[in-house]
């Protein structure tokens, strides 16, 4: 619609400059009532019930969309917060090792240097 009007000021502005001035007023007066004319069929064909079925499909698939975007969003907080769970499980299974290793290791250099002092 911009565009039209744009279009329609443009041809004023020119036919203003290059006409006479009852020709210069007929064309304002032509292109005001094509502006009014535009403007009119526009909330006509938006009040058609073409046009709010259009409407109103537009409405039900945005809430679908935000439907499946919510359930997505749920499905992937529980898939992260099963994934957190399952990494802490396995770090803390790792660290338990770990202590095992280290105190295995302790005790075998203290039973070496026990040995050692022995002899």
Do not use: F, H, W, Y
């Amino acid at each position: 619609m911009r565009t039209i009007l744009t279009v329609a000021s443009l041809g004023l502005c020119l036919a203003i400059t290059g006409c006479s001035n009852p020709t210069q007023e007929k064309t304002s007066a032509d292109l005001k009532a094509a502006g009014t004319e535009i403007k009119d069929a526009a909330k006509d064909v938006a009040a058609t019930p073409a046009m709010q079925a259009v409407g109103a499909d537009i409405r039900q698939g945005t809430e679908e969309a935000g439907d499946k975007l919510k359930a997505g969003a749920d499905k992937a907080g529980e898939q992260l917060k099963a994934g957190a769970a399952k990494a802490g499980a396995e770090i803390k299974d790792g660290a338990k090792k770990a202590g095992d290793r280290t105190d295995a290791a302790l005790n075998n250099a203290q039973a070496r240097a026990e040995a050692a002092g022995k002899k």
